[in-house]
């Protein structure tokens, strides 16, 4: 069976574009490993309607929405490979399965890199965050750490300082601050420490105690850090794809990548801002692109 499109990806972009293809008569297969990036999460916030929402709930009131329309399959598996073949797609998972589809969307999502700290993923998606616009209220008024080895530390520094005024800025060895930048923190109380750290301690993801390893210790309650982020997916290289200056996938308005046929949709074509609501909006944008395209094709 030729499908008209098959969705790469079950975070809330894949999901909002399924919806979308779905009300549109669209034959479609959603594909989804369910490892989104925010999984380490307990409460997702910002998004109306769903504000403290745990990730995996979103997830299952999502699924049901689109188990009411007969056009739609969700499959939780694995995508392996995606071969362009003439007009059409030929999309291998892992369970050994070939489907073919006129369209492919990519919403595959990021991967965060964590530094290289020792015990931080104990704590990151509990009391040490990326993001002050889905965490800051939760953190507010806390003392607070700013965890950053490169140049975006100053730019969350000031962003949290919206949140909490006691902040301790680390830098983990590294000399990232210019001398105005250093000036300006210290006007503002906070301390930046540039040593190396040993260490975080704390209990039950409840971040407690930096220890450095030159022997200083601090007390903090919780924080925001700064990750490397990834594609989760290496669709866009394979299938050559123009990629943006963020990392993201390069795309038009509606989603639309270099390569005829592939578009991509969320966090993997934004990069930036990430978002829940911004990644299901985008989700809509790129469904309505692919609709638009099979209609033209066909009328
Ligand atoms: C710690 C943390 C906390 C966050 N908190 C918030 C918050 O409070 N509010 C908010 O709005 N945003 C929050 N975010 C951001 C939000 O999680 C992302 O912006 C959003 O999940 C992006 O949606 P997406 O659909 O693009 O990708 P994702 O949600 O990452 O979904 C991508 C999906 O694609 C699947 N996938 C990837 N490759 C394949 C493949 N080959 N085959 C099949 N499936 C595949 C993945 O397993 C995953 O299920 C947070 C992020 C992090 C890291």
Same mark, same amino acid.
């Given at each position: 069976m030729l499908l008209d499109c098959v969705i790469i990806g079950g975070g809330p972009s894949g999901l909002n574009a399924s919806l979308v293809l779905a009300r549109a008569k669209k034959k479609i297969i959603l594909f989804d =490993?369910? /490892?989104?990036?925010?999984?380490?999460?307990h409460e997702s916030h910002g998004?109306?309607?769903?504000? %403290?929402?745990k990730p995996s709930e979103f997830k299952r009131i999502a699924k049901e929405d689109l188990m /009411?329309?007969?056009?739609i399959s969700i499959q939780n598996q694995r995508v392996i490979d995606i071969k362009k073949e003439n007009r059409s797609f030929l999309i291998h998972t892992e369970d050994g399965d070939f489907y073919r589809s006129r369209k492919v969307i990519l919403s595959t999502g990021l991967t965060d890199i964590m530094p290289?700290? =020792? %015990?931080?993923n104990n704590f990151y998606g509990t009391s040490l965050f990326s993001c002050p616009f889905c965490d800051g209220w939760e953190l507010k008024d806390r003392a607070l750490v700013v965890i950053s080895e490169d140049q975006r530390a100053f730019h969350m520094t000031k962003m949290i300082f919206n949140w909490s005024k006691d902040l301790v800025v680390c830098t983990n060895g590294k000399k990232i601050f210019s001398k105005e930048q250093k000036e300006l923190l210290t006007k503002k109380n906070i301390e930046v420490i540039e040593d190396e750290i040993l260490t975080l301690q704390g209990d039950k993801g409840q971040l407690k105690k930096i220890q450095f390893k030159n022997g200083k210790e601090i007390l903090r309650e919780g924080g925001l850090v700064t990750t490397g982020l990834k594609q989760a997916s290496s669709f866009a290289e394979s299938l050559e794809c123009n990629m943006n200056k963020n990392g993201g996938i390069e795309t038009d308005k509606? %989603?639309?990548?270099?390569?005829? %046929?592939v578009y991509a949709s969320g966090d993997n074509s934004i990069?930036?801002?990430?978002q829940l609501i911004i990644a299901a909006s985008e989700g809509t944008k790129v469904a309505m692109g692919v609709i638009s395209d099979l209609i033209n094709e066909d009328f």
């Open positions: =490993e369910d /490892k989104p990036r925010n999984a380490v999460t998004f109306i309607t769903r504000d %403290g929402i /009411k329309y007969s056009n290289r700290i =020792e %015990g931080i509606f %989603g639309r990548t270099n390569i005829e %046929g990069s930036t801002p990430s």
